[in-house]
T-cell receptor, first 111, second 118 residues
Framework: EDQVTQSPEALRLQEGESSSLNCSYT??????LFWYRQDPGKGPEFLFT???AGEEKEKERLKATLTKKESFLHITAPKPEDSATYLC????????????FGSGTRLSIRP | GAVVSQHPSWVICKSGTSVKIECRSL??????MFWYRQFPKQSLMLMAT?????????EQGVEKDKFLINHASLTLSTLTVTSAHPEDSSFYIC??????????????FGPGTRLTVL
């Protein structure tokens, strides 16, 4: 069964303190792995799509990497406005367009 | 680009009434749209996949007759919650799939609709 596990569940950092969020997955043929950011009461905002192991993508203070079993979202020198829930999702080769979400990591950045 | 809107953003209704939620892709055409439900502090749960011009595909455990989905055009899908009850109160989010020439299609999400059934 396709599955996505994110850790930690919650993470509190001081402004400027870099860290990483983990997304472990088991899927029958990875078609794509997605990272989204979700603010309270809003829909998810697209960040990255990764397709194959070894791929990396960056956007401002965020960098996403992918291996055959997991993905990391690295946050460098975060600011309070980076506080949000970060969601990881995978799309399997066998499931057409359907994507499966992890439970998310709630990130809080203290000024 | 890739903007998805939902209307209304919130709705309060009485038990037993029906509520319609609209999802529009504003600057692209989407042959496939998705409807999700999200309870407080939980992740998104897929309810159904909506394809333009054909019947929606519902996930296991989702009642087809209760959650009616219509995808009449390449930019509009609607979700109607029929005979709503308090347990249907939730945050409903739609997404639209933007086709690319790459390996997969990315889903772009709407801002969500908060439904409260009294």
């Amino acid at each position: 069964e396709d599955q996505v596990t994110q850790s930690p569940e919650a993470l509190r950092l001081q402004e400027g303190e870099s860290s990483s969020l983990n997304c472990s997955y088991t899927v029958s043929g990875l078609r794509g792995l997605f990272w989204y950011r979700q603010d309270p009461g809003k829909g998810p905002e697209f960040l990255f799509t990764l397709y194959s192991a070894g791929e990396e993508k960056e956007k401002e203070r965020l960098k996403a990497t992918l291996t055959k079993k997991e993905s990391f979202l690295h946050i460098t020198a975060p600011k309070p406005e980076d506080s949000a829930t970060y969601l990881c999702a995978v799309q399997a080769s066998s499931s057409a367009s359907k994507i499966i979400f992890g439970s998310g990591t709630r990130l809080s950045i203290r000024p | 680009g890739a903007v998805v809107s939902q209307h209304p953003s919130w709705v309060i209704c009485k038990s037993g009434t029906s509520v319609k939620i609209e999802c529009r892709s504003l600057d692209f055409q989407a042959t496939t749209m998705f409807w999700y439900r999200q309870f407080p502090k939980q992740s998104l749960m897929l309810m159904a996949t909506s394809n333009e011009g054909s019947k929606a595909t519902y996930e296991q455990g989702v009642e087809k007759d209760k959650f009616l989905i219509n995808h009449a055009s390449l930019t509009l899908s609607t979700l109607t919650v029929t005979s709503a009850h308090p347990e249907d109160s939730s945050f409903y989010i739609c997404s639209a799939e933007m086709g690319t020439s790459g390996n997969t299609d990315t889903q772009y999400f709407g801002p969500g609709t908060r439904l409260t059934v009294l």
